[in-house]
């Protein structure tokens, strides 16, 4: 199995602040044959169902502000949301869609101070 | 447009069987997969196993001896059963279905909260 890791597992910003997040994976998530990273980027927050921000490890999901941005390949991501916003209180998941059994990283909880 | 929708019993005794039904609307069965994913109270989120438009299944392999996955493609209507169930299965379930093959999970239900207490 595919083993995501995901730091920090919480991190406390103020609003108009940047933040940044990191997730490795155990093995790469670049498919060689169309070059991409079968890597996506989750927003859960509290009593919600995840939404899925962004795709292929950088490509934003409709709707969704550009503040958030999704950038790295092989097996080291980040995400950054470059101007923090009260509304961006949430826990962000990490998830590979490269091979069954497709698996999350546990999750970086982002507190606004 | 796409929509999710997961019933089932919302207690369930251990070492019993537990079962969900996902249905769908807004696509076919036939043309995109849907899988589970299940959320324990205040931890992460657990891929549990899918079945894909052509109707094979996969599951999770810490859960594959215990769960079956299937569907009825005429009610739009996608099937758990998880059986000897442990305290450790309490979580919140979730049917979930990408945007394409091998795609993230864009369309999520609201998810079914399952508790596993006697």
């Known amino acids: 199995d595919i083993v995501m890791t995901q730091t920090p597992s919480s991190q406390a910003v103020s609003a108009g602040e940047k933040v940044t997040m990191s997730c490795k994976s155990s093995q790469s998530l670049l498919y060689s044959e169309n070059k991409k990273n079968y890597l996506a980027w989750y927003q859960q927050k509290p009593g919600q169902s995840p939404k899925l921000l962004i795709s292929?490890?950088?490509t934003r999901e409709s709707g969704v502000p550009d503040r958030f941005i999704g950038s790295g390949s092989g097996t080291d991501f980040t995400l950054t949301i470059s101007s923090v916003q009260a509304e961006d209180l949430a826990v962000y998941y990490c998830?590979?869609?490269?091979?069954?059994?497709?698996?999350f990283g546990s999750g970086t909880k982002l507190e606004i101070k | 447009q796409v929509q999710l929708k997961e019933s089932g019993p919302g207690l369930v005794q251990p070492s019993q069987t537990l079962s969900l039904t996902c249905t769908v609307s807004?696509?076919?069965?036939?043309?995109?997969?849907v899988h589970w994913v299940r959320q324990p109270p205040g931890k992460g989120l657990e891929w549990v196993g899918a079945?894909?438009?052509?109707?094979?299944?996969d599951y999770n392999s810490a859960l594959k001896s215990r769960l079956s996955i299937s569907r009825d493609t005429s009610k739009s209507q996608v099937f758990l059963k998880m059986n000897s169930l442990q305290t450790e299965d309490t979580a919140i379930y979730f049917c979930t279905s990408p945007g394409g093959y091998y795609h993230p999970f864009d369309y999520w239900g609201q998810g079914v909260m399952v508790t596993v207490s006697s």
């Open positions: 079945i894909w438009s052509g109707g094979s299944t």
């Open positions: 807004g696509f076919s069965l036939t043309s995109n997969s």
């Open positions: 292929w490890a950088s």
């Open positions: 998830e590979q869609y490269y091979d069954t059994p497709f698996t």
